[in-house]
């Protein structure tokens, strides 16, 4: 009876042992498993976050990208919209000087003096002197390029201007900035140098300025000296200091003392003049104004280009300028 009650005793023990041993063992094995879910939920996390920082970034490019595009549209220098908007402003400023203006290119060049232009000087037949300083010269559709000058438009009034009054003016950039350049010569020279000077017509430089910066230049308005001269002959000779050609002529001469002078030696005492061009009589215009153009011989024969030859510009308001040798540069004197 003993043995049966100390049997069953010690299976009662060692069931209980199964059973503890069972418990600890789904218990560590729970435990296992809400570890490894911490850990993949962790995993998850990580990567989750990890992705959204790479759609952030990649967003950022992507974004960064397009201001960088849109920026690089917005600077454009040069466009045919911007050209369609120069060819309907520079017309509208040649109405307020009495000119009227063509557009040329390459392939249809303006001929200034039998010069073909564009074409003359970027092919090298003749040499874009700016200021009387030589420059290399590209046609650009864009307003980019190697050269020292991209030309992207020629405007003229050749085809209607009077005769040694004749304008072309080359639009372009110079290093990265606007210019209008105006060339008005009409002699060749030992250099074939093509002298332009930059224009003093803020019209017109403000106008190709705002076209380039996108903005849209204002109208043209008729400057006072233009209504001037398209006003009647009695209404011209009443309201000018000089209203005919001869007034001018004798206006240059008696105003020697202002002349400049190619020789050294030679002064408002010592300057004959040989002869008087008179051939061209009208009343012309330019930036400053209107004028008679009076051009001499004398002997002042320091430079041996203009050979003692002068030319002089003089406005119905009184003022003279006097051509400075080859280039277009005209100094008021007067």
């Given amino acids: 009876m003993k043995k049966w009650l100390l049997l069953l005793i010690g299976m009662g023990i060692l069931f209980t042992g199964c059973t503890s041993e069972n418990t600890r063992t789904q218990a560590t094995v729970e435990t296992d498993t809400t570890i490894e879910t911490k850990k993949s939920k962790t995993q998850s996390t990580k990567q989750t976050t990890t992705e959204m920082k790479q759609s952030v970034e990649a967003s950022a490019s992507e ?3 397009t201001e960088s595009s849109s920026e ?39 001929s200034l003096y039998g010069t073909p232009l564009p074409s003359a ?24 390029g190697h050269a020292d000058f991209k030309l992207v438009a020629v405007y003229s009034d050749v085809e209607t201007g009077e005769y040694l009054g004749q304008h072309v003016y080359f639009f ?42 996108g903005q849209t230049p204002q109208t043209p308005v008729v400057e006072e000296s233009t209504q001037q001269a398209t006003t009647t002959t009695t209404q011209s000779a ?12 004798e206006s240059v001469l008696n105003n020697k003392a202002l002349w400049l002078y190619d020789s050294p030696d030679k002064n408002v005492s010592n300057t004959n003049l040989i002869s008087t061009n008179e051939y061209m009589k009208d009343l012309m215009q330019d930036e400053n104004g209107s004028y008679y153009s009076i051009n001499i011989v004398t002997d002042d024969n320091g430079s041996p280009t203009m050979a003692g030859g002068k030319q002089f510009r003089v406005y119905t308001d009184g003022r003279i300028s006097q051509r400075i040798g080859m280039t277009n540069n005209f100094q008021m004197i007067k």
């Avoid at 000087?121 to 307003?143: C, L």
């Avoid at 209203?243 to 002529?249: I, L, Q, T």
Wanted: charged share 20%; aromatic share 12%.
């Fill in 63 to 65: 974004s960064s990208i």
């Fill in 72 to 110: 690089e549209v917005k600077n454009t220098l040069w466009d045919s919209e911007k050209s369609t908007q120069l060819a309907t402003f520079v017309p509208q400023w040649g109405k307020t000087l009495g000119q009227k203006y063509k557009s040329y290119n390459p392939q249809n060049n303006v």
């Fill in 121 to 144: 000087v970027i092919d090298g037949n003749w040499k874009m002197a700016i200021n009387e300083a030589p420059v290399t010269v590209q046609w650009s559709e864009d307003g980019t």
């Fill in 172 to 213: 372009g950039f110079e290093n990265g900035q606007p210019k209008v350049y105006l060339t008005q010569q009409n002699q060749g020279n030992e250099n074939n140098y093509l002298y332009f000077n930059e224009t003093q017509n803020q019209q017109l430089k403000q106008g190709f300025t705002d076209i380039v910066n």
């Fill in 238 to 249: 009443s309201s000018s200091a000089i209203s005919s050609w001869e007034a001018a002529k």
